[in-house]
């Protein structure tokens, strides 16, 4: 079993800076990618950004360039560094560790970007 925690949401206001943190512990397994997604309020789920084992990470369009998706393999770790954040940016931001047993998910931070 692979159990995922994330931290690091809070309030910050437009234009600020999160650093999104998450961490998979349990049983011996392998990942094969780590990711983000977010849900806002009254809104569907949607993807934010991953990688996989090499550098190259996927963005969403609606943060390229704003965010940065990081990892730590040692340590079974996926950061999101988000950087110039929206009202729009607001919603519950969920990790995930994909392993060739499936998809484990945190149950999520919230991230509120307010003035």
């Known amino acids: 079993q692979v159990q995922v925690m994330e931290s690091g949401g809070g309030l910050v206001q437009p234009g600020g800076s999160l650093r999104l943190s998450c961490e998979a512990s349990g049983n011996r397994f392998s990942i094969l990618a780590r990711g983000w997604y977010r849900q806002a309020p009254g809104m569907q789920r949607e993807f934010v950004a991953a990688i996989a084992s090499g550098p190259q990470a996927n963005y969403a369009d609606s943060v390229k360039g704003r965010f940065t998706i990081s990892r730590n393999n040692a340590k079974n770790t996926a950061y999101l560094q988000m950087n110039s954040l929206k009202p729009e940016d607001t919603a519950v931001y969920y990790c995930?560790?994909?392993?060739?047993?499936?998809?484990?998910w945190g149950r999520g931070t919230n991230v509120t970007v307010s003035s």
């Open positions: 995930y560790f994909r392993t060739p047993w499936g998809d484990y």
